[in-house]
C-alpha cells in the first residue's frame, strides 16, 4: 500500500492560534490545514515569521502561555484530537510518539546538566521500569547511532563544550531516542556548514528509513525541501498559501508567492553580478492583516477581489492546491473551507 491510500497519521485542521500583544490579540496561524502520512516527509517553508515554527509548536502543545492560546481547529494524531487530552497525557506522547527538534539546540539544552542526563531523561520519562545502566547504556548507544564518536566521554560534557553540529546529533539522539512516529524537524541544519547539513539530513532519513517514522521538515531552505520531501506546504502571513507533491510545486508553482520564492534562488544560468529577483514590499504585521488575500499588495497579479476576499485553498491540478483567486472558481473545486 502506497502513501496515497494509508490513513492519515495527522491531520491538522483549521487551525487557529492567538497572541496577546500590547496591539491587543493577533493570529500568527490562521486557518492552517495538512495531512501527514506514515513515512511520508512534509516540508513546511516560507519567510521568517509566517508562521511555521508557530504551527510545529502547537502540534506539541507547546506554545508559551499565558501570552498565545489555540483558537479553533483540531490536530487529530491516529484519529484522537491532541487538543482535548490533559496535559498529563500529553507529556506520554511528547518524545514517544511525536518527537521534536528544536530550532537552536545551544538554548533547547540545558546548560547546567551533562549530555548523558539529558538523554537519559527520555528514557526516564517514557520507560520507567529501566535501571540507571539500562538507561547509560542506551544513551550511550543512542549517540553512536547519530555518529557522536567517543559518546562515554561525551556523555560527561555539557553543551557548551561541543560544537554546533556535535550539539545538533545530540538534539537528534534525544528527539529519536523513543523511536517516534512522528520527528518535527524545525531548522535542523541552521547556522552549520554545507558538510554537516548533509550529514544531519543523512541522519535524520536513516533513522526515516529504519524505524518508518513520519518527518515534518521546517525550513526557509528551499532546496533542502526539494532534496528531502514528499509533499510541501508554502506558508504566507501565517497562512496556507500553496501546497503539492515537491515535483510539481517545483516544475508548475502556481500561486504569486511561490513563483517569487522560487524566482529568488541563485541559479548558476544567471550571468555575473546579475541581479537577484525579489518580491517587492513586505509582510504585513499582524495586527494590520488585510480582509483579503493577505499577499495582494505584493502581488503583481492582483485582481480586483483580492483587495476584500480572502482565497481559500482551491485545486489546481490533482493534489495541488492554492489559496489564490487566480484558480478558477467555476472549474476548481474547494477544500478545506469550514
Known amino acids: 500500500m502506497n502513501q496515497t491510500d494509508c490513513p492519515s497519521l495527522l491531520a491538522v485542521k483549521h487551525l487557529g492560534v492567538a497572541f496577546q500583544t500590547d496591539q491587543g490579540q493577533v493570529l500568527a496561524v490562521d486557518d492552517v490545514s495538512f495531512e501527514l502520512k506514515p513515512g511520508q516527509v512534509l516540508g513546511i517553508a516560507g519567510e521568517s ?16 502561555k499565558p501570552v498565545s492560546k489555540i483558537k479553533e481547529g483540531e490536530i487529530l494524531f491516529k484519529g484522537q484530537n491532541l487538543l482535548d487530552l490533559p496535559i498529563d497525557a500529553m507529556r506520554k506522547i511528547r518524545g514517544k510518539k511525536i518527537s521534536m527538534i528544536f530550532q537552536e539546540p545551544m538554548t533547547a539544552l540545558n546548560p547546567v546538566h ?9 528514557y526516564s520519562l517514557h520507560f520507567p521500569g529501566m535501571g540507571t545502566k539500562e538507561k547509560n547504556t542506551a544513551s550511550s548507544q543512542m549517540l553512536e547511532k547519530v555518529g557522536i564518536p567517543d559518546a562515554r566521554q561525551v556523555m560527561k560534557k555539557y553543551p557548551h563544550q561541543l560544537s554546533g553540529g556535535m550539539r545538533q546529533r545530540v538534539m537528534i539522539g534525544m528527539a529519536l531516542a523513543c523511536e517516534p ?14 558538510t554537516v547539513q548533509a550529514q544531519i539530513m543523512d541522519l535524520i532519513f536513516q533513522f526515516r528509513d529504519t524505524i518508518g517514522m513520519a518527518v515534518i521538515l521546517i525550513t526557509h531552505d528551499l532546496g533542502l525541501i526539494a532534496e528531502n520531501c514528499d509533499r ?10 500553496e501546497t503539492a507533491k515537491v515535483t510539481t510545486l517545483f516544475r508548475h508553482p502556481f500561486h504569486p508567492y511561490t513563483k517569487g520564492l522560487l524566482q529568488s534562488i541563485p541559479s548558476l ?3 555575473a553580478k546579475q541581479p537577484l529577483p525579489t518580491i517587492p514590499g513586505n509582510v504585513p504585521a499582524l495586527s494590520e492583516m488585510p480582509a483579503g ?21 482551491m485545486s ?3 493534489s495541488h492546491f492554492a489559496a489564490c483567486h487566480l484558480v478558477h472558481d ?6 478545506f473551507n469550514k
Open 49 to 64: 515569521g509566517c508562521g511555521k515554527s508557530v504551527t510545529a509548536l502547537s502540534l506539541m502543545r507547546l506554545l508559551p
Open 114 to 122: 551533562t549530555i548523558g542526563r539529558q538523554i537519559a531523561e527520555s
Open 181 to 194: 512516529d512522528i520527528l518535527i524537524a524545525d531548522e535542523p541544519t541552521t547556522a552549520l556548514d554545507v
Open 232 to 241: 510541501v506546504i508554502i506558508m504566507y502571513a501565517g497562512t496556507v498559501a
Open 269 to 271: 544560468a544567471q550571468t
Open 293 to 313: 488575500c493577505r499577499f495582494a499588495k505584493r502581488c503583481e497579479r492582483a485582481l480586483a477581489q483580492c483587495e476584500n476576499h480572502r482565497p481559500r485553498l
Open 316 to 318: 489546481v491540478s490533482s
Open 330 to 335: 467555476g472549474e476548481k473545486k474547494i477544500i
